[in-house]
């Protein structure tokens, strides 16, 4: 059993940062960061394997957003940097404990996933 609990979101202007934090307790394979903005699909922003480090974006956040996990502390991080008001949206992390597909376009690869944190960026 996996548990997961985000935070770090918050109101921001546009052109500015926040980092997101997710605490995971459990044996974890892979984890990844998405997204829910009011009537739009949910949308995979990052996602990373514990064991390699390797990580994906999707262009939509690629060279503005990262993705990190503190093994030490099984702690998954999202940095946003240059944020944008189209990037406003509920952020959940999600995780899966066994080997298998972990791709941002599936959620349902992730069987555990966090209550979210909101994130408003304001032009």
């Known amino acids: 059993q996996v548990q997961l609990e985000e935070s770090g979101g918050g109101s921001v202007q546009a052109g500015g940062s926040l980092r997101l934090s997710c605490q995971a307790s459990?044996?974890?394979?892979?984890m990844s960061w998405f997204r829910h903005a009011p009537g739009a699909e949910r949308e995979g922003v990052a996602n990373i394997y514990r064991g390699s480090e390797i990580t994906y974006l999707p262009d939509s956040v690629k060279g503005r957003f990262a993705i990190s996990l503190d093994k030490a502390t099984n702690t998954l991080y999202l940095q946003m940097n240059s944020l944008k008001p189209e990037d406003t949206a509920m952020y959940y992390c999600?995780?899966?404990?066994?080997?298998?597909?972990?791709?941002?376009?599936?959620?349902?690869?992730?069987?555990?996933w966090g209550q979210g944190t909101q994130v408003t960026v304001s032009s």
């Open positions: 999600a995780a899966r404990s066994f080997v298998g597909s972990c791709n941002i376009n599936s959620p349902g690869d992730y069987p555990y």
């Open positions: 459990g044996v974890i394979f892979c």
